[in-house]
């Protein structure tokens, strides 16, 4: 029905830049916020940046500054932009959306992305 594709993961040096993006595809009616999440091994996962329909973000205090998340609402694509990357910024980050369905307008459903591999290096 709905999948999210992520890319742009990957091995960087501290200090360095990724980008990491999101496309949402299927049978969507409209989505709602869409966002990025993160889980490091042996932590619970986080929620890192995400972004309303309208354009409202929010940030995890770590990230604020270094982070950017964007989305293109005609695409339902959903982008972070990465930039002074820390040790501690390595994860699994998973892409998350809240989607409406066609014969389901009223009820917003979640839906995640399968993960992209995020590895800050010293």
């Known amino acids: 029905q709905v999948q999210l594709v992520e890319s742009g993961g990957g091995l960087v040096q501290a200090g360095g830049s990724l980008r990491l993006s999101c496309a949402a595809s299927?049978?969507?009616?409209?989505?709602?916020?869409m966002g990025w999440y993160r889980q490091a091994p042996g932590k619970q996962r986080e929620l890192v940046a995400e972004?309303?329909?309208?354009?409202?973000?929010n940030y995890v205090d770590s990230v604020k500054g270094r982070f950017t998340i964007s989305r293109d609402n005609a695409k339902n694509t959903v982008n972070l932009q990465m930039n002074s990357l820390k040790l501690e910024d390595t994860a699994v980050y998973y892409c998350?959306?809240?989607?409406?369905?066609?014969?389901?307008?009223?009820?917003?459903?979640?839906?995640w992305g399968q993960g992209t591999q995020v590895t800050v290096s010293s």
């Open positions: 972004v309303t329909s309208g354009g409202t973000t």
């Open positions: 299927g049978n969507i009616f409209k989505v709602n916020a």
């Open positions: 998350k959306a809240g989607v409406l369905l066609p014969q389901f307008t009223r009820f917003e459903f979640p839906y």
